[in-house]
């Protein structure tokens, strides 16, 4: 037995090894062949996982420091690089996109130019980085020039993104090709990702930030400064909300929930007034909500009014001209603007909604970012900017102040030094001959041989020693700053108001605190209709207005263009807020809203109702108008004499294919008569065709439900059936 479990291993082994040498052959061949086996499973993974971090870090997300994406970043980089600061003369902007290609971003010249497009449009950014000239686009969607017709430099706001940038202050890394350096961040004293804001899509998560104003950013920097322990409700009493380039409305209920979260979602709307034209009034819209194309905007008005969904609208123009929107909808006369008003907030992007996500790099990781932590991020990064920047500036005057004791030496003794430099074979013996009868330095010696003969005067002597005092003071100031945080602090806060100081602004976006929701009753006038169904089925909706009062001996109003052989079988006079209940012969319901029947003179004949309710082989055997679902019972009665009480409220939720309120047999054996709405205590009819009638209290039958079929009204005689049913009133 022990013999064949020693088999059995050792068979297992033998199978084991043959795999295992299989494998390494097959491996072999690989590598001779330049093919490097993985799982492709794995594999996928990992190449996927490279790519979305790529596009995370590389592409969609801006950095938290300077608010940037890569592209942007390299732009300005380039930009300043060729000297395209905003004091100098505008260059092509095929020359930026070039050295932008060429040098720091090898990607299409397409993706550049767009970039460098939107950071010259003042209705994309709040704080425009481009100053272009030409040709950049429109609020209308028009697409800028071609780069090769279109110039630009960087605009005068830029310029605080890219101080000290020559100081050591940022990272630097060498470009896609090893033959230049670019910054990992720029030194942003500007707190660009809370201006300007941000938008992209990356693998599996997006940013969206909203613009805001300078003079609040750069008040809630500087109290966060001043108290670290500052809630983000009291940094959002500072900053207010977004404030858009394009102005308009921002709704500030959801403003406090992204502020404290990261996100939230905002509401924005468009700024209207209402004038009087010829008699007409007109509503003029001269700010729209952030990112919304004008042109679009009018031709959607346009199509809702030919569609007769803004029915009052008489005219539209589009009178915009020189960077300012104006666009005038005219309307009827004698209507209520604040209707169509109320639906051009309904039904097009007058009014918006901003999602807003603050998500950024934060150390090159995706992070989502409250109000405060915006903030903090910002001014943890300039101590660090403020830290490196003054430590260069301390080791250039250490070295410059070096160089000027050396010269000061080498006034005081001049005779002697010339004499020197005469008796030296060549230029090191010199050297070595200052360093060692002089004390100096070999950086101090190396100064004294550059110096020219004409800066060794009294009046050099005076300069001199006048840098000396200053580059002590600037010195001492440095250490000072390096030595205590709350000086780099203080610093901060003295950059963040001349940045106040230099380009605060007024905000263009009001904050609105709460509006309310928009319902069916602001979009609709409310007033008396009437509504006629006839017998072979038309449906209208006229004015009450229309149907006049007249002295006796009058001749009448026609009041429908009627077919031969039919009449009106329903007239109601209702609310163009109410509900119309119809009624089918086969126990269904349909709602529509009295203001959805169509409208019609008073002399025209209607729409037939078949073309406004989705009916199946039935007909209407009552309809009824009903303003509140709260109180009362719905009264059925059938030709068969069944009869069934269903409260009011079951049918309060509209469908558009109807429902079912009485199950009635299947082989159509027994119809639908009529229905009634009926309170407690009240009585009903029930009136046959053979001229019987029963008279009882409504609250003898039950309620039930809209599944039930109810029970025996009335004992009807051979070959008779229920003709009608009338709710009695209530004091009869």
């Known amino acids: 037995m022990a013999e064949k479990e020693d088999n059995h291993e050792t068979e297992g082994e033998e199978e084991i090894e043959k795999k295992e040498k299989e494998r390494r052959e097959r491996e072999q061949i690989g590598e001779e062949k330049g093919v490097i086996g993985a799982e492709i499973v794995e594999e996928m993974e990992k190449s996927y996982i490279d790519y979305a971090m790529s596009v995370i870090v590389q592409r969609a997300l801006p950095a938290v420091e300077d608010g940037l994406k890569p592209v942007h970043r390299r732009i300005l980089y380039a930009m300043n690089s060729i000297g395209l600061d905003s004091s100098k003369q505008t260059r092509k902007s095929a020359t930026i996109v070039g050295e932008v290609i060429g040098k720091y971003h090898p990607h299409g010249d397409v993706a550049v130019y767009d970039s460098l497009v939107r950071m010259a449009q003042d209705f994309s950014l709040r704080y425009p980085l481009v100053h272009g000239q030409g040709n950049f686009g429109s609020i209308d969607g028009d697409s800028a020039a071609a780069y090769r017709y279109t110039e630009a430099k960087l605009s005068k706001i830029s310029d605080e993104l890219l101080t000290d940038i020559d100081s050591e202050t940022v990272k630097m890394n060498p470009n896609f090709d090893n033959s230049a350096e670019e910054p990992e961040t720029l030194p942003a004293k500007l707190p660009n990702l809370l201006l300007n804001g941000a938008t992209g899509i990356a693998v599996g998560m997006a940013t969206n930030m909203p613009s805001h104003n300078l003079t609040e950013v750069c008040e809630a920097i500087i109290a966060c400064i001043n108290k670290p322990d500052i809630s983000i409700d009291a940094l959002a009493e500072i900053i207010q909300g977004p404030d858009f380039p394009t102005g308009g409305f921002v709704i500030g209920e959801g403003i406090t929930e992204m502020y404290r979260t990261g996100k939230g979602r905002l509401i924005m709307r468009g700024k209207t007034s209402i004038e009087e034209h010829k008699g007409r009034p007109a509503i003029i819209i001269t700010e729209l909500p952030y990112m919304v194309n004008k042109a679009e905007l009018v031709h959607e008005i346009a199509r809702l009014a030919t569609e007769k969904k803004l029915p009052d609208v008489y005219d539209l123009r589009d009178e915009s001209a020189k960077g300012k929107i104006r666009i005038v909808i005219e309307l009827r006369k004698d209507v209520d603007p604040k209707y169509t008003l109320?639906?051009?907030?309904?039904?097009?992007?007058?009014?918006?909604?901003?999602?807003?996500?603050?998500?950024?790099?934060?150390?090159?990781?995706?992070?989502?970012?409250?109000?405060?932590?915006?903030?903090?991020?910002?001014?943890?990064?300039?101590?660090?900017?403020?830290?490196?920047?003054?430590?260069?500036?301390?080791?250039?005057?250490?070295?410059?102040?070096?160089?000027?004791?050396?010269?000061?030496?080498?006034?005081?003794?001049?005779?002697?030094?010339?004499?020197?430099?005469?008796?030296?074979?060549?230029?090191?013996?010199?050297?070595?001959?200052?360093?060692?009868?002089?004390?100096?330095?070999?950086?101090?010696?190396?100064?004294?041989?550059?110096?020219?003969?004409?800066?060794?005067?009294?009046?050099?002597?005076?300069?001199?020693?006048?840098?000396?005092?200053?580059?002590?003071?600037?010195?001492?100031?440095?250490?000072?700053?390096?030595?205590?945080?709350?000086?780099?602090?203080?610093?901060?806060?003295?950059?963040?108001?001349?940045?106040?100081?230099?380009?605060?602004?007024?905000?263009?976006?009001?904050?609105?605190?709460?509006?309310?929701?928009?319902?069916?009753?602001?979009?609709?006038?409310?007033?008396?209709?009437?509504?006629?169904?006839?017998?072979?089925?038309?449906?209208?909706?006229?004015?009450?207005?229309?149907?006049?009062?007249?002295?006796?001996?009058?001749?009448?109003?026609?009041?429908?263009?009627?077919?031969?052989?039919?009449?009106?079988?329903?007239?109601?006079?209702?609310?163009?807020?109410?509900?119309?209940?119809?009624?089918?012969?086969?126990?269904?319901?349909?709602?529509?809203?009295?203001?959805?029947?169509?409208?019609?003179?008073?002399?025209?004949?209607?729409?037939?109702?078949?073309?406004?309710?989705?009916?199946?082989?039935?007909?209407?055997?009552?309809?009824?108008?009903?303003?509140?679902?709260?109180?009362?019972?719905?009264?059925?009665?059938?030709?068969?004499?069944?009869?069934?009480?269903?409260?009011?409220?079951?049918?309060?939720?509209?469908?558009?294919?109807?429902?079912?309120?009485?199950?009635?047999?299947?082989?159509?054996?027994?119809?639908?008569?009529?229905?009634?709405?009926?309170?407690?205590?009240?009585?009903?009819?029930?009136?046959?065709?053979?001229?019987?009638?029963?008279?009882?209290?409504?609250?003898?039958?039950?309620?039930?439900?809209?599944?039930?079929?109810?029970?025996?009204?009335?004992?009807?005689?051979?070959?008779?059936?229920?003709?009608?049913?009338?709710?009695?009133?209530?004091?009869?």
């Open 342 to 732: 109320n639906k051009l907030y309904t039904l097009t992007r007058l009014q918006d909604r901003f999602d807003a996500n603050m998500l950024a790099l934060v150390g090159g990781k995706p992070r989502v970012l409250n109000l405060k932590e915006l903030v903090s991020e910002y001014i943890k990064y300039r101590q660090i900017i403020v830290r490196k920047r003054s430590e260069f500036e301390l080791k250039k005057a250490e070295e410059r102040i070096e160089i000027v004791l050396g010269l000061l030496i080498a006034l005081k003794n001049i005779d002697d030094i010339v004499a020197l430099i005469k008796k030296s074979e060549d230029a090191e013996n010199a050297l070595n001959g200052l360093v060692k009868k002089f004390s100096l330095s070999e950086r101090q010696a190396k100064a004294v041989l550059e110096t020219k003969l004409q800066q060794l005067t009294r009046l050099e002597d005076g300069k001199l020693r006048d840098e000396e005092r200053k580059l002590k003071e600037k010195i001492s100031e440095l250490k000072k700053i390096l030595g205590d945080e709350k000086e780099i602090l203080s610093m901060i806060k003295h950059e963040v108001s001349e940045l106040k100081r230099k380009y605060g602004d007024e905000r263009r976006t009001r904050v609105l605190k709460k509006v309310a929701e928009i319902s069916e009753k602001d979009l609709v006038e409310k007033k008396d209709v009437a509504i006629l169904l006839t017998s072979s089925g038309y449906i209208k909706r006229v004015d009450v207005d229309a149907y006049k009062e007249q002295k006796r001996g009058g001749a009448g109003l026609t009041g429908s263009d009627l077919k031969e052989e039919d009449f009106v079988r329903n007239l109601i006079t209702c609310s163009t807020h109410d509900y119309l209940l119809f009624f089918t012969t086969r126990g269904r319901v349909y709602w529509l809203k009295a203001n959805d029947v169509p409208a019609s003179e008073r002399q025209g004949r209607g729409k037939a109702i078949a073309n406004v309710l989705d009916l199946h082989d039935e007909s209407v055997a009552n309809v009824m108008a009903v303003r509140n679902f709260e109180s009362g019972y719905l009264f059925f009665v059938t030709k068969l004499g069944i009869v069934k009480k269903l409260p009011l409220k079951d049918v309060s939720k509209p469908r558009a294919t109807g429902v079912r309120v009485i199950n009635l047999p299947a082989d159509n054996s027994d119809v639908l008569i009529n229905v009634r709405v009926v309170a407690d205590g009240q009585e009903v009819l029930l009136i046959t065709k053979k001229g019987q009638a029963v008279r009882f209290s409504a609250d003898e039958v039950r309620p039930m439900g809209r599944s039930s079929y109810g029970v025996k009204g009335a004992e009807l005689g051979r070959g008779d059936e229920i003709v009608a049913l009338e709710a009695l009133p209530a004091d009869g």
